[in-house]
């Protein structure tokens, strides 16, 4: 599992769901019933709700984000969240920490999560 999956995994919940219906899934007509499941998700209201958000600057910090939801937010995990989404070059520098930290949050409205618009621009 990529950073990407475990940032959109932390925010959508679907950890527990996957668990749970992991045994219980052998046939493939499950699969695609759990796009639906987590589609339609309020990302910015999730990520507000848990615990630390207030003291967390992850409306626009990639390292905030990532620490508030659990993942590793070091130089080494961005970089390999930065090639996911599509930055092969990244070195950290201010800008692309901006961009990725936008690029997420765009990648997360992508699979079904609601984003504020001053995200998606």
């Not at 390999?80 to 901006?98: H, K, P, R, V």
């Amino acid at each position: 599992m990529g950073i990407f999956s475990s940032i959109k995994n932390a925010v959508f919940g679907k950890d527990e769901e996957e668990t749970k219906a992991a045994p219980a899934a052998p046939a493939a007509p499950a699969a695609p019933a759990a796009p639906a499941a987590i589609s339609n998700v309020d990302v910015a209201a999730n990520l507000d709700a848990m615990p630390g958000a207030d003291k967390l600057n992850w409306r626009t910090s990639i390292v905030d984000l990532m620490k508030l939801i659990g993942v590793d937010a070091s130089f080494a995990n961005r970089k390999e969240l930065a090639g996911e989404l599509g930055d092969t070059n990244y070195s950290g520098s201010a800008e692309e920490n901006i961009w990725l930290h936008k690029k997420t949050l765009q990648e997360l409205a992508k699979n079904g999560g609601k984003v504020p618009a001053e995200f998606l621009d």
